[in-house]
């Protein structure tokens, strides 16, 4: 396992990147995950945020290249590490901080908490914190779009953890079987809460997993957001032209502890070359270089990006401190029965 994640944290990143719009807008969404993320490490420790935290910190180009990618149409499904998406697909600030402090503004009216965040109209449905629970209810979605006959793609985001669970094989079948509109996007970073894919699987190679099921997988550097982005795009381009389901697995690291704001690199199961190794290849230093060599982008241009970004950071978290808690009689708004 460790010379496959080494592998990816290492690889070039490709000799074609999309228009200059395109590829900014790229590293601003991963530049404003990470920034966001800081923040809430240094406001985890005030107790001012009121639910369990996990960062994406270092895995910031899965989400941004796969959520542009999707484009305003389509719609996806996440994880309880869901900042990222979140952020990637078009949340407010404003509304996820609002959020992990409970208050009314938050993007779920202060219920949901850090694990789940949602943006209904940019096409995040949902998020969720239970393992692999969102991969049957994106194949649902999927199923509802085929027999409606909307043009648009269901993606299904979960972690090499979310592979374990037995509705991972029994909603790939089920889409094969469909023929469903349905990208499955692992994001693999290379451990599920403590133990590495190796511990828990004979064949560690996690987008193959689908082919005998009649899901063809691919596996990608998920440390270069360019190829995020333009992997992604062809999956939906193939899907929307009737194509099969597909399993995408994109290689990063995670270089905080599974949930909170510290470093666990001290502890048994992980090792510190690896969070060296993910460093050397920090996906914003790897778009940072590209744009500079292929577009020819200023320091100065990035220092105004990050000085813009992180007003509006600033913005978000007055905005949460100032918003009020939710009223006593909003306990049971939004329940069923």
């Not at 970004?309 to 913005?315: F, K, Q």
Request: glycine letters at 8%.
């Amino acid at each position: 396992m460790y010379f496959i994640l080494h592998h990816y944290l290492s690889a070039e990143a490709p000799s074609i990147l999309p228009d200059h719009n395109t590829s900014i807008e790229l590293y601003k969404s991963m530049l404003r995950i990470r920034l966001a993320e800081q923040k809430v490490t240094e406001l985890y420790p005030s107790d001012k945020i009121q639910s369990p935290v996990h960062l994406s910190i270092g895995q910031e180009a899965v989400s941004a290249g796969v959520c542009l990618a999707l484009g305003p149409s389509n719609r996806i499904y996440g994880t309880y590490r869901s900042h990222g998406i979140y952020m990637a697909r078009g949340g407010t600030l404003r509304g996820m901080f609002a959020e992990l402090y409970a208050k009314e503004t938050g993007c779920a009216k202060g219920k949901g908490g850090s694990m789940h965040l949602m943006a209904p109209d940019k096409g995040l449905i949902g998020c969720s914190a239970v393992v692999g629970s969102t991969i049957p209810v994106a194949t649902g979605d999927a199923l509802a779009s085929q027999y409606c006959g909307r043009r648009w793609v269901t993606c299904a985001f979960f972690g090499d953890g979310g592979i374990d669970e037995g509705v991972f094989y029994e909603s790939l079948n089920f889409a094969a079987l469909k023929n469903l509109p349905v990208i499955f996007v692992c994001e693999n970073n290379a451990y599920a809460i403590h133990s590495r894919v190796a511990d828990r699987h004979a064949r560690t190679e996690l987008y193959r997993y689908g082919e005998p099921l009649g899901v063809p997988g691919e596996r990608h550097d998920g440390n270069d957001v360019f190829t995020v982005h333009e992997t992604m795009r062809a999956a939906i381009s193939r899907s929307l032209a009737g194509g099969p389901p597909v399993l995408l697995e994109y290689m990063t690291y995670r270089w905080k502890e599974h949930v909170g704001p510290n470093a666990d690199h001290s502890e048994a199961y992980r090792d510190e070359k690896e969070l060296v190794d993910a460093a050397a290849n920090d996906p914003l230093d790897r778009a940072r270089n590209l744009l500079r060599k292929r577009y020819g982008v200023k320091d100065d241009d990035f220092s105004e990006w990050e000085r813009t970004i992180a007003a509006e950071i600033e913005d978000a978290v007055a905005f949460a401190e100032a918003s009020a808690f939710p009223a006593t009689d909003a306990l049971y708004r939004g329940v069923f029965a």
